[in-house]
């Protein structure tokens, strides 16, 4: 590939996955996502290329001097663009990925609920494997092109870019809560991640709050002047002597007319059915849907639901709840200890209150597809979505958008991003136990009306604010950016 896109999209994983086979061959697999989605129409009206990792490991030691290999040859309908893939050997996948990324910046942004690990040796593949990303990019850009870094991953990856590549036009968008200043000031390193993200013309965060803590801290720790939309950064090449970073709070949503028509399929209303069938045709069934993460907030949904069962409120029977849980990061020690314990509770509940052929938990730890995850929205009357800390969660707009008839409740944690824009769901402070099942009981026997009319206001939002204004509004705020730079 030469020095000739004028878009590129740089995030940790290539929007295709690698199977490498025993013969030595490499099946290459579409990887579904929301970003890959909302990126795809743009991508096709550019020449652009997506660079990120596949997924296949480099041999160990890795050179931080490789570039690396594009991925050639690849079938012309796998990816949405153009795909470069940055390598990482297994060891540096450990500091940059499995260590700094998710055992320091992961729960620090999500409030510290497990504790961060701040480790040297996490730090400097961090560096490295961001410079490798930047320097690709650097070599792939067209002269002015518009890059979009994406996630907490690259953090640095703007600053190290402008460095190189001053012409470029650089957006950066954080898919997870940015912290306050109180949580942000413990990482050792914190100067060099504000840094590396006032490398971008624009900053962007799913919630106006995240966005307020970002320029608190860019204030206090380096003591430049702020406004509401942005901070002025020294540059003595431009003849003001600074340059404007945009800050503002872009809030991601998903393809709501994608969900809505797969709800309609009578394919997936006949499943939906099955499902209830399966689950004994209870009054009411009641959903989580996550990734197995202690940020979820599964285990007080658990609770809840298990003490309104002890307390007579629910009879067995008389409602079933479902979770879903899929696989993550099983082989990092925090996540094995929180699967133990959810498994544990689910277990007790079914001794205590299950009957013969009514379980009142259907606890499911595995993956399903989209159209699978359709039909259990369908499913379900009441959705259950309570993460201690989110950066906006999609969980509950697929359900919303899902729920054509405009029944089902979703009872909603105060503390994911959707809660600023879903606020006709039942709201909860997840750390209140009696909350969220007064909630759950409220979701569940609300009367129908005022169900009705709280979806309907969801689902209008939702309608209004897809994924596709969402990339439009965040690329359309970087180029005025650029213009007034």
Request: hydrophobic share 40%; with cysteine.
């Amino acid at each position: 590939m030469t020095a000739s896109h004028d878009l590129l999209v740089i995030a940790n994983r290539l929007p295709v996955s690698a199977e490498e086979h025993a013969d030595g061959t490499t099946a290459w697999n579409r990887s579904p996502g929301g970003l890959v989605s909302a990126l795809e129409p743009v991508l096709r009206e550019h020449d652009a290329v997506w660079i990120g990792w596949s997924g296949r490991f480099a041999p160990d030691p890795y050179s931080t001097e490789d570039l690396g290999r594009e991925l050639e040859p690849l079938p012309d309908d796998v990816g949405p663009c153009a795909l470069s893939e940055v390598e990482l050997g297994r060891d540096e996948l450990e500091g940059f990925y499995e260590g700094f990324s998710n055992s320091t910046i992961w729960p620090l942004y999500h409030d510290a609920i497990a504790t961060p690990v701040y480790h040297r040796h996490h730090w400097e593949p961090y560096v490295a494997v961001n410079r490798r990303f930047a320097r690709r990019a650097a070599e792939l850009a067209a002269e002015g092109a518009t890059v979009w870094v994406h996630d907490y991953q690259l953090q640095l990856v703007p600053q190290m870019l402008r460095e190189m590549r001053p012409d470029l036009r650089i957006g950066f968008f954080l898919h997870i809560p940015f912290p306050p200043e109180e949580l942000f000031l413990q990482l050792p390193w914190r100067k060099q991640i504000i840094e590396g993200l006032l490398g971008s013309d624009l900053v962007g965060f799913h919630t106006p709050g995240g966005a307020a803590n970002f320029l608190r801290i860019t204030g206090r720790l380096l003591g430049l002047d702020f406004d509401e939309t942005g901070v002025d950064v020294p540059d003595s090449s431009r003849a003001s002597g600074v340059r404007r970073v945009t800050v503002g709070a872009f809030p991601i949503s998903i393809d709501t007319r994608e969900y809505d028509a797969m709800a309609r399929t009578a394919e997936i209303h006949d499943r939906a059915i099955e499902i209830r069938e399966k689950l004994g045709n209870p009054r009411w069934v009641i959903l989580g849907v996550d990734r197995l993460d202690y940020t979820k907030g599964i285990d007080v949904r658990l609770k809840a639901f298990t003490e309104l069962l002890e307390g007579g409120t629910i009879e067995p029977g008389e409602a079933v709840f479902v979770q879903i849980a899929t696989p993550s990061r099983e082989n990092v020690e925090d996540y094995q200890r929180l699967r133990d314990e959810i498994e544990l509770m689910v277990g007790r509940a079914l001794g205590d209150h299950g009957l013969i052929g009514a379980p009142p938990i259907q606890y499911l730890h595995q993956p399903f597809d989209r159209e699978t995850l359709v039909s259990f929205y369908l499913a379900a009357d009441v959705m259950l979505v309570t993460p201690y800390r989110d950066g906006m969660n999609l969980v509950c707009k697929e359900y919303v958008a899902s729920r054509t008839d405009g029944t089902g409740a979703l009872v909603l944690s105060e503390f994911a991003g959707a809660a600023v824009e879903l606020t006709d769901a039942f709201l909860v402070n997840p750390y209140d136990a009696e909350g969220v099942k007064q909630a759950l009981v409220d979701a569940m026997r609300d009367d129908p009306a005022d169900l009705s009319m709280r979806m309907k206001a969801m689902r209008e939002h939702l309608f209004e604010h897809d994924v596709a204004r969402w990339a439009a509004s965040f690329l359309d705020a970087l180029e005025e950016s650029e213009q007034n730079r």
